[in-house]
């Protein structure tokens, strides 16, 4: 339920979404005020509101603005780190629904966090690395989950299949964090590598404390504001970019709400 109503809501908050919203019931009332003149004032209200979404997306750099605070959070683990005992990367950086398709998995944001795991693969060459991410078996039995799919892409890179484990039901953060937790049993305070998109850092983070890998590091690999051109006009682009800072900081209040998360803004 909780999933089913997160994926609801999110869609319903995107910026973008509420941005049509406005927009649609601006031009509704402005044309029923025909008959209501009194609806000319809440059709010019909501018409206004609707435009200046637009104009704060496509002209300023409040998109990037809110991505920042997320992106640099968490700091990419110290070299002189003791080595991990293992690796964890999130699905979500490939479309496994591709390679029916095409042959091969397509790259999504956030793909540089399957690059990433097959350094760190090199660097730790003991190590296990977790694979999580659900996703649909095909009419000819291959399996098309998240999971599966940054598993051949890493076959690719020359991680070897032996030390990957895959856990394929995940749907969401939370389910990441629990049906790892669930497959490996880390032990208390063992020393994991989570890899994700910087962006998605706080609240992986939080979601996994809170299912029990109280010794998880942070690993994110970089994100939109890496460059620190803030004020690049993003155009078209700022709606993706505003779009996917809410949905993280609504996942965050979210999360914390329902206790999948440890803090409101984990910090490391």
């Known amino acids: 339920m909780f999933f089913t109503l997160s994926k609801l809501a999110g869609s319903m908050m995107r910026p973008s979404a509420v941005m049509v919203a406005l927009i649609l019931l601006g031009l509704a009332l402005l044309w029923a005020a025909r008959r209501r003149p009194a609806l000319v004032r809440w059709g010019r209200l909501s018409l206004g509101l609707g435009l200046a979404i637009v104009l704060a997306a496509a002209l300023t750099p409040v998109g990037r603005l809110a991505l920042l605070a997320l992106e640099t959070r968490f700091p990419v683990a110290d070299p002189a780190s003791p080595p991990p005992v293992g690796i964890v990367l999130l699905g979500g950086p490939t479309d496994a629904r591709a390679e029916a398709t095409i042959g091969t998995a397509k790259f999504l944001r956030g793909a540089e966090a399957v690059v990433e795991t097959a350094r760190l693969a090199r660097k730790y060459p003991d190590v296990p690395i977790v694979l999580t991410g659900t996703g649909p078996v095909g009419p000819d039995g291959v399996d098309y989950s998240e999971a599966a799919s940054m598993m051949r892409l890493l076959e690719e890179m020359g991680v070897a299949r032996d030390r990957l484990v895959l856990e394929r039901r995940a749907r969401d953060t939370w389910e990441n964090a629990r049906f790892s937790h669930e497959m490996v049993r880390p032990a208390p305070g063992a020393r994991w590598l989570l890899v994700t998109a910087s962006w998605h850092m706080p609240r992986s983070i939080g979601a ?38 809410a949905r993280e900081w609504q996942g965050l209040i979210g999360y914390r709400l329902t206790g999948r998360s440890t803090a409101l803004f984990p910090a490391p």
Not at 215 to 240: K, M, N, Q
């Open 208 to 245: 996994f404390r809170a299912a029990g890998w109280d010794g998880v590091v942070a690993h994110p690999t970089p994100g939109e504001t890496a460059t620190g051109d803030l004020w690049r006009p993003p155009v078209g682009y700022g709606f993706t970019i505003l779009d996917l800072a």
